[in-house]
């Protein structure tokens, strides 16, 4: 479906209002095609990006029947489903329907871990028409007889990929064992590898597919660096970057990614004290916890967050203007997934990359992973050429003899600027 716009496609009245007052006019490529398919009830297997509008793809045609078909609620029932492999992505989910949703009548509520469950079994009792959960806090309340999937109409599988690599594939296979045969299924992920199209096989029915972007592939506004230096420059490094963030006209926020939950905390505190407001946030905070620090961050209050891969997925803050990958991920696909967080609606971004002597081989398989040589940025004080050689030397036509990132220009942040090696 091409040169479409909102005000063509056969939603009811109370979301083309919103869409009026939200001054969306262009579906983005995956709501242009996905939206008239599940009008018609097709299941759906999805491929896109992150940050493509793919939340609104699917909550707009179920909040359309939600609304052209009203029905009673049913105890501890719902009418959607949908799974999310963090509670980051369920709270943005839900503020999705939420927003989208505000004409339309309709109850909905959030399961996930890390909090009280008396809340959520309190929204559940009367049933709501829409349930954004986390698998692990589902089937405890599912076992604890307090939510009921015998009704459930519509079921989107949320961040596939991301559910697999978490390790949730027999719980979400345990959760679809307890569906009705009869409903419409969406399932949407970044990437489709083999055993991703294998679960797809045992969960849709005669689906229509959608693709927006190759699998594992990086946004194109994304100017993403590699830097090779010694694991006790990072920080060094970091600190001007982080300064040519704060000089910069406009303020970007900026994402720091850390391997270990410990990593993140030491490097919060070692940049607060070094002059940059930071928080950390991983897996051992609490959700309110959680919460504070992404509101700070999306405020502009601490403009540097530093995060494990928690805040990989379902982390849709606008303005994040530079993710650094302080340590690089062990799984490539991760990589996509970090990035990701910047140039998002169309936006350009940077992503600057770390690479010491024990991160070579996992640089060697994010860049087959992506398909790409990522292009060196050298012009800094930590350079370490030998290091580089050696990763140039497992291809040798890569960007050691392409051009310089970002077109010959120098990058912003960069330059000829020299922080002084030992600055805190």
């Known amino acids: 479906m091409t040169d479409t716009s909102f005000e063509a496609l ?3 009245a109370p979301l083309h209002r919103v869409l009026r007052e939200l001054e969306y006019n262009t579906p983005s490529p995956i709501q242009a095609q996905a939206i008239p398919l599940l009008l018609q009830g097709r299941d759906l297997l999805g491929c896109a990006q992150t940050g493509t509008g793919k939340t609104a793809s ?3 045609p179920i909040l359309h029947a939600i609304h052209e078909q009203p029905k009673a609620s049913h105890p501890r029932s719902c009418r959607t489903l949908v799974l999310a492999p963090t509670r980051e992505l369920a709270i943005q989910v839900g503020k999705s329907f939420t927003t989208y949703g505000q004409h339309v009548r309709f109850k909905q509520t959030l399961i996930y871990g890390g909090v009280g469950q008396v809340p959520q079994v309190n929204a559940m009792r009367n049933g709501v ?3 954004v959960a986390t698998p692990g806090r589902l089937l405890d309340l599912i076992e604890q007889r307090h939510v009921d999937l015998s009704k459930v109409e519509f079921f989107v599988l949320d961040e596939v990929d991301r559910m697999l690599d978490m390790g949730f594939l027999r719980d979400v296979k ?5 569906l009705p045969t009869k409903r419409q299924s969406l399932f949407f992920s970044a990437t489709l590898a083999p055993n991703i199209v294998e ?21 194109e506004k994304i100017q993403q660096q590699i830097c090779f230096l010694d694991r006790d420059a990072k920080r060094h490094l ?19 990614f850390s391997r270990t939950k410990h990593g993140a905390n030491k490097l919060a505190k070692s940049l607060c004290a070094a002059g ?5 946030i991983h897996g051992n905070k609490s959700q309110s916890q959680r919460e504070k620090a992404l509101d700070r961050f999306k405020k502009g209050l601490t403009p540097v967050l530093v995060a494990t891969d928690v805040a990989a997925r379902g982390v849709d803050v606008k303005d994040v203007g530079l993710v650094v990958n302080f340590d690089l991920p062990n799984e490539p696909e991760a990589y996509v997934h970090r990035i990701g967080r910047t140039a998002r609606a169309g936006a350009e971004g940077r992503a600057v990359s770390f690479c010491s002597e024990d991160e070579l081989e996992f640089l060697r398989e994010i860049e087959k992973t992506i398909r790409m040589p990522i292009p060196r940025w050298d012009d800094h004080d930590w350079h370490q050429e030998a290091l580089a050689e050696r990763h140039g030397r497992g291809h040798r036509s890569s960007s050691n003899q392409g051009p310089r990132p970002n077109g010959g220009r120098r990058p912003q942040g960069g330059g000829r600027h020299r922080a002084g090696r030992g600055h805190r």
């Open 174 to 178: 345990k959760i679809v064992g307890m």
């Open 276 to 280: 940059f407001p930071a928080d950390a």
């Open 238 to 256: 970091l600190e001007q970057l982080l300064r040519g963030q704060a000089n910069a006209k406009e303020q970007k926020l900026t994402i720091v």
């Open 129 to 131: 028409d829409v349930l």
């Open 199 to 219: 679960l797809a096989r045992t969960i849709l029915q005669n689906p229509a597919q959608v693709s927006i972007a190759p699998e594992a592939t990086t946004a």
């Open 10 to 12: 056969p939603l009811a």
């Open 58 to 60: 699917f909550a707009l």
